[in-house]
């Protein structure tokens, strides 16, 4: 097993150090895309610095965060349509920046808002689209468009923006990809057509060995999709956990001051939430640790009860409402 | 996969191309026109005093219609591929990225060929009608850098259109505008007889140039 690799070179002008993590992760499996210490800057604004993380093989992976965190643009990244400041990404073990197209072949990518040949019939985009790819599934994506009940004839630029995203997506199930990268999948569907691609999705999994990395504002859904979470915010800290690990240990917590200060966020504390109705804190920890914590951090603060939370709730609870 | 990449530009320009054909044909038509009258209402004898004693140019109505048809077509074609960044669809398909822009700008030429093949053909015709073949070969030769001119505008606004740095995008342009004006300089008959091979190995640079906007879209930082 590759387990990366690590050296410092000396040369006469100074030394040079190579770090090359690892392409298989602590499960054994491959990581169909490697971000590794990447930074991006936008003019003076650093987006991410040293941001790292792994999308394995099999594995169903969200991108979450909220607007402006640069979702989108780690999947142009990604993708190749912009080179980082620094470190590097390989997709399906190639270099982002250098897909073969074989590889591209093997990659079905949703670009923000559904983006498309507004120019083209629903006939004459899957008649453009079939040749490139070898498994193509034909049937899979006049499935989801006989659903629009539009003749194929209709031009793709007079539809609305849910029709034109299930045409886009019937393109994406009918190249049958190895791995799908999908920005924003949801934009402008509505919740019936978003079950309906999450059907889709999930028969697409059972075919095994499909890898999805997708990044969503209905943070619900994720809720019966994905395997893994990547948790992205301002200024590209990054948190990744197993999806049911981070569902069993972020705990809410409601609690009461008395006349002090509500605690602050710490290194138990993940954040303090005291807008609305009820104070509440979110903390990696069961209720004794954060109990001990609060007596001898913030002892004027009454712990209350745990509050159950939606996949969203804790969303909010991790990345703050505002 | 090349059928599926010609479908495409198809798609994108045929309304504008036809719209094109019409043009060109009808200022073919208006020329031929033009003509007859000419010599309907003049003396024969006249009408060659002032072709070729005096050399004026009896057919300037199509001189500006290639450079005006290329650069429509080019916008046709990559118009839409830039609008909202759809560039990057194209880029994803699994064709290398070379070999798409130039089997688009090979179809997009082709295209733009097959005006100027009319137009020259059309104007040999018109000519030849009523002088001898003599002076329809040289009024091929005096539309050859007019005809060059669409070829200069197809690969300029091109270049302009896929190129993602605004500042190259104007140098892009102003050296095709300037192209366009050297190509513009004559005013009699075969002018640019004697230059021509080399303008056209000037032009055909702008064939290759084409990549370089297209890898720094996908290369951009």
């Given at each position: 097993m590759w387990d990366g690799y690590e050296a410092e070179w000396d040369y006469p002008f100074g030394a040079i150090r190579f770090a090359i993590a690892p392409y298989v992760d602590d499960r054994g499996k491959m990581s169909a895309i490697h971000v590794d210490r990447i930074t991006h800057r936008y003019g003076q604004r650093t987006l991410y610095r040293d941001l790292s993380f792994r999308v394995p093989e099999g594995r169903v992976v969200a991108l979450l965060g909220k607007n402006g965190v640069g979702k989108t643009t780690l999947i142009r990244l990604?993708?190749?349509?912009?080179?980082?400041?620094?470190?590097?990404?390989?997709?399906?073990?190639?270099?982002?920046?250098?897909?073969?197209?074989?590889?591209?072949?093997?990659?079905?990518?949703?670009?923000?808002?559904?983006?498309?040949?507004?120019?083209?019939?629903?006939?004459?985009i899957e008649r453009f689209h079939r040749p490139f790819?070898?498994?193509?599934?034909?049937?899979?994506?006049?499935?989801?468009?006989?659903?629009?009940?539009?003749?194929?004839?209709?031009?793709?630029?007079?539809?609305?923006?849910?029709?034109r995203s299930q045409v886009v997506l019937g393109l994406i199930f009918a190249q049958n990809p190895e791995l799908m990268i999908l920005d924003d999948y949801s934009m402008g569907l509505d919740a019936g057509y978003r079950r309906l691609f999450l059907d889709y999705l999930q028969d697409y999994l059972n075919q095994g060995g499909k890898t999805v990395f997708v990044t969503s504002?209905?943070?619900?859904?994720?809720?019966?999709?994905?395997?893994?979470?990547?948790?992205?915010?301002?200024?590209?800290?990054?948190l990744q956990m197993d999806l049911?690990?981070?569902?069993?240990?972020?705990?809410?917590?409601?609690?009461?001051?008395?006349?002090?200060?509500?605690?602050?966020?710490?290194?138990?504390?993940?954040?303090?939430?005291?807008?609305?109705?009820?104070?509440?804190?979110?903390?990696?920890?069961?209720?004794?640790?954060v109990e001990k914590h609060l007596a001898e951090h913030w002892p004027g603060v009454r712990l209350g009860e745990e509050l159950a939370m939606t996949l969203e709730d804790a969303f909010i609870g991790l990345t703050g409402k505002y | 996969?090349?059928?599926?990449?010609?479908?495409?530009?198809?798609?994108?320009?045929?309304?504008?191309?036809?719209?094109?054909?019409?043009?060109?044909?009808?200022?073919?038509?208006?020329?031929?026109?033009?003509?007859?009258?000419?010599?309907?209402?003049?003396?024969?004898?006249?009408?060659?005093?002032?072709?070729?004693?005096?050399?004026?140019?009896?057919?300037?109505?199509?001189?500006?219609?290639?450079?005006?048809?290329?650069?429509?077509?080019a916008a046709?074609?990559?118009?839409?591929?830039?609008?909202?960044?759809?560039?990057?669809l194209s880029l994803h398909l699994p064709v290398r990225g070379d070999l798409l822009v130039w089997s688009w700008v090979g179809f997009g030429a082709l295209m733009g060929g097959l005006l100027a093949l009319l137009d020259g053909a059309g104007l040999y015709w018109i000519i030849s009608t009523w002088?001898?073949?003599?002076?329809?070969?040289?009024?091929?030769l005096t539309a050859l850098p007019w005809l060059l001119g669409g070829w200069v505008a197809y690969f300029g606004t091109t270049l302009a259109l896929l190129e993602p740095s605004r500042a190259r995008r104007a140098v892009y342009a102003g050296l095709t505008l300037a192209f366009l004006a050297l190509l513009d300089q004559g005013h009699g008959y075969q002018e640019y007889d004697r230059i021509m091979p080399q303008l056209t190995g000037l032009a055909l640079l702008l064939l290759p140039a084409v990549i370089l906007p297209a890898h720094r879209y996908r290369h951009r930082s």
């Open positions: 990604l993708m190749g349509f912009l080179r980082p400041s620094g470190g590097s990404c390989r997709v399906l073990g190639e270099d982002a920046h250098d897909l073969s197209p074989a590889t591209r072949a093997r990659i079905g990518l949703l670009l923000e808002g559904h983006l498309t040949y507004d120019f083209m019939s629903i006939e004459q790819y070898p498994g193509w599934r034909r049937e899979l994506y006049y499935d989801l468009v006989d659903r629009l009940g539009l003749p194929y004839s209709h031009k793709i630029g007079n539809m609305s923006c849910g029709q504002h209905v943070v619900q859904d994720m809720e019966s999709l994905v395997d893994e979470v990547i948790f992205l915010q301002r200024g590209g800290e990054l049911a690990d981070f569902r069993r240990d972020y705990r809410c917590y409601a609690f009461e001051r008395e006349g002090t200060e509500p605690p602050r966020p710490d290194a138990l504390i993940r954040s303090v939430d005291t807008h609305g109705g009820q104070p509440r804190l979110y903390a990696f920890a069961e209720r004794d640790g | 996969m090349l059928g599926a990449i010609i479908l495409k530009e198809w798609l994108k320009i045929r309304w504008v191309w036809g719209a094109a054909l019409l043009v060109h044909l009808g200022m073919l038509v208006y020329l031929l026109l033009a003509m007859r009258h000419q010599f309907q209402v003049e003396h024969s004898e006249m009408i060659w005093y002032w072709a070729f004693e005096l050399r004026r140019l009896l057919y300037t109505q199509i001189q500006y219609l290639p450079a005006l048809t290329g650069a429509v077509i046709a074609q990559f118009g839409p591929e830039m609008l909202g960044g759809r560039f990057r002088f001898p073949h003599e002076a329809a070969e040289s009024a091929l």
